[in-house]
């Protein structure tokens, strides 16, 4: 009796440490949960995507770096728009309902270098609405570590590139092709540079000791007294000037000239005035329209005369169409010089005066 009685006392403590094992168990995966435990209140939404990108279920999402649910499932979606392609249930936090609206973002990211997936979730304003449970987010496809990847491959294949231009640049260099080509193999630049290198010091050297032109300017006070003269002539001028002394300052200095000047813009305006009212001569000429008219009536006439000589009519048509007029003078011409020609060789003949008396 007394056995039994030990062995069920055994069993009994046996029970109840197996039951304290599973309630510490269960405390501390309670713990190990924190915000995201299984005795949280979670609501659902659906977010869909142009691609997973990897996205496993179990991936956490976070809202501003804090964890808020994990994904419950990943699959295709049966929708034909290209950017609703891949489907996530999400379990999220039911404390943050009120924070995840209709305008917030839902972006696949990569944690760290490693590969592993997340879904980032952006806080959404005021003028959107919180999502219920059950309804669904447009999520938004941003750059993963495969792209930057793809980007960085793409970015070390220009490399290459750019190196075998920058050495099939440098082979060019080195075979003295090109302008730096000839630069650096060439030796008559330097040879060139090296003479006007000479020819330089050369030149400062003659300066120095005052041969050539250069030389008597730097060294020949003679040009500097003669500059100083001028310049006393210049101060001389211009105070005669300032003086009003001879013409220019006469023209500067004497007011006469400008009264002058006012006077004749002044009969000047006046003249202008009586010619825009019509007066005198000039404004007949630019007012009146009797002289145009005249003037027109009289180039109609001489055009009329003109065209009448042109068609041969008149007297001066006659004389400028008709040949006969031409032909007469012609023959009386001939006449005269015959005349001429009789007359000088035999004058006696003309100038005999038969003079009878009954």
Same mark, same amino acid.
């Given at each position: =009796?007394?056995? *039994?009685? %030990? =062995?069920?006392?055994?069993?009994? *403590? $046996?029970?109840?440490? $197996? %039951?304290?094992? +599973?309630?510490?168990?269960?405390?501390? &995966? +309670?713990?190990?949960?924190g915000d995201s435990g299984f005795f949280i209140p979670k609501y659902t939404v659906t977010a869909y995507f142009p691609s997973a990108n990897g996205l496993r279920t179990g991936a956490e999402i976070w809202l501003e770096g804090v964890t808020i649910g994990n994904v419950d499932t990943v699959r295709i979606s049966t929708q034909g728009d290209p950017n609703r392609s891949v489907e996530a249930v999400m379990q999220l936090d039911q404390r943050f309902q009120n924070i995840i609206r209709s305008d917030s973002t839902a972006n696949i990211l990569t944690t760290g270098l490693l590969g592993d997936m997340h879904v980032e979730m952006t806080r959404g304003t005021d003028a959107g609405q919180p999502i219920p449970d059950g309804g669904s987010l447009q999520g938004v496809e941003t750059g993963d570590i495969r792209q930057i990847i793809t980007s960085t491959n793409d970015f070390v294949a220009n490399l290459s590139v750019l190196s075998d231009q920058f050495r099939r640049m440098a082979e060019r260099v080195d075979r003295g092709e090109g302008t730096i080509g000839k630069f650096l193999s060439d030796t008559s630049i330097y040879d060139n540079a090296n003479q006007a290198t000479v020819e330089m010091t050369t030149l400062v050297r003659d300066a120095r000791t005052g041969n050539g032109t250069i030389? !008597?300017?730097?060294?020949?006070?003679? #040009?500097?007294? !003669?500059?100083? %003269?001028? =310049?006393? !002539?210049v101060d001389s001028v211009i105070a005669r000037v300032e003086r009003g002394e001879g013409t220019i300052g006469k023209f500067v200095n004497d007011p006469s000239l400008y009264n002058r000047s006012d006077e004749l813009v002044a009969r000047f305006q006046t003249l202008a005035d009586r010619i825009e009212r019509g007066e005198g001569t000039l404004g007949k000429l630019t007012t009146d329209d009797a002289l145009y008219n005249e003037m027109r009536e009289t180039m109609t006439k001489v055009s009329t005369l003109v065209t009448s000589i042109e068609n041969g009519q008149g007297t001066l048509g006659k004389l400028t169409s008709d040949p006969a007029l031409y032909n007469s003078l012609n023959q009386t011409s001939s006449e005269v010089l015959k005349l001429l020609y009789d007359f000088r060789?035999?004058?006696?003949? +003309?100038?005999? &005066?038969? +003079? *009878? #008396?009954f």
């Open positions: =009796m007394a056995q *039994r009685k %030990t =062995m069920a006392w055994a069993e009994l *403590r $046996v029970g109840l440490l $197996v %039951t304290g094992s +599973f309630a510490l168990l269960l405390l501390a &995966i +309670f713990y190990i949960g030389g !008597r300017l730097m060294s020949d006070d003679g #040009l500097y007294q !003669r500059i100083s %003269t001028t =310049m006393d !002539r060789q035999d004058p006696k003949k +003309f100038l005999t &005066i038969n +003079f *009878r #008396l």
